[in-house]
């Protein structure tokens, strides 16, 4: 596609439920990242795919995050048994090549995650 | 550590010249970029800096410091749709491919 791919846009969801979103990056990328931006805040890393390595998970905030890139395009972000604190919009972003560290990060618009 | 601090807020005027700073910590650092960021939409590259200097973009200019961990966008003739956050972002870990953002300065363009 011609830019990065979030779904859902919004999402809310009760307390203790889980959650997925999904990103699609642009065709070709081969690093995805997901960060979170609590509203007013800047980007917290959560984790970064880059090719067919393990993934550098060393942002994810508990053991109740995980994501799973498959194919090496798509991927999942899985929120299980979500808390308020959650609450904030989920960016991803992809990059053309992982190991050019000057290359920008194009952003999807975000799934706003809203825990009641 | 990896931390980037930059002031919350600015305000300026309508044709003026803004300069937004940056610095972080230096560990493991390889450069710095620029993205901004308008109100409920995704962030966007702007410019990125490997080496000490200046780098200019039309309107937007950024420039590094490396021995001063220090950095700063400059926005000239600035224009009401400059309006947004905008935050520096260093590449650390991984080769410089994890990106870490700073909390963002919030520009205010008043006619």
């Known amino acids: 596609g011609a830019g990065v791919s979030q779904s859902p846009s919004n999402k809310v969801t009760e307390k203790g439920k889980d959650v997925e979103l999904r990103c699609d990056p642009i065709s070709g990328h081969t690093a995805l990242y997901w960060y979170r931006q609590s509203l007013g805040q800047g980007l917290e890393f959560l984790i970064y795919f880059q090719g067919n390595s393990a993934p550098d998970k060393s942002g994810l905030p508990s053991d109740r995050f995980s994501a799973e890139r498959t194919g090496g395009s798509v991927s999942t972000l899985t929120i299980q048994r979500t808390q308020q604190e959650d609450s904030a919009v989920y960016l991803c972003?992809?990059?053309?090549?992982?190991?050019?560290?000057?290359?920008?990060?194009?952003f999807g618009n975000g799934t706003r995650l809203t825990v009641t | 550590g990896q931390s980037l601090e930059q002031p919350s807020e600015v305000t300026a005027v309508e044709g003026a010249i803004v300069q937004m700073n940056c610095t972080y910590q230096?560990?493991?650092?390889?450069?710095l970029s620029w993205y901004q960021q308008h109100d409920g939409g995704a962030p966007t590259f702007l410019s990125y800096n490997a080496l000490d200097g200046l780098e200019e973009t039309g309107r937007f200019s950024s420039f590094l410091s490396r021995s001063d961990s220090y950095g700063y966008l400059l926005l000239q003739e600035l224009q009401m749709k400059d309006s947004a956050s905008y935050f520096c972002a260093g590449g650390f870990n991984n080769a410089g491919n994890m990106l870490t953002f700073g909390g963002g300065t919030r520009l205010m363009v008043k006619p």
């Open positions: 972003a992809s990059r053309s090549t992982g190991g050019t560290h000057n290359s920008p990060l194009h």
């Open positions: 230096t560990s493991g650092f390889y450069g």
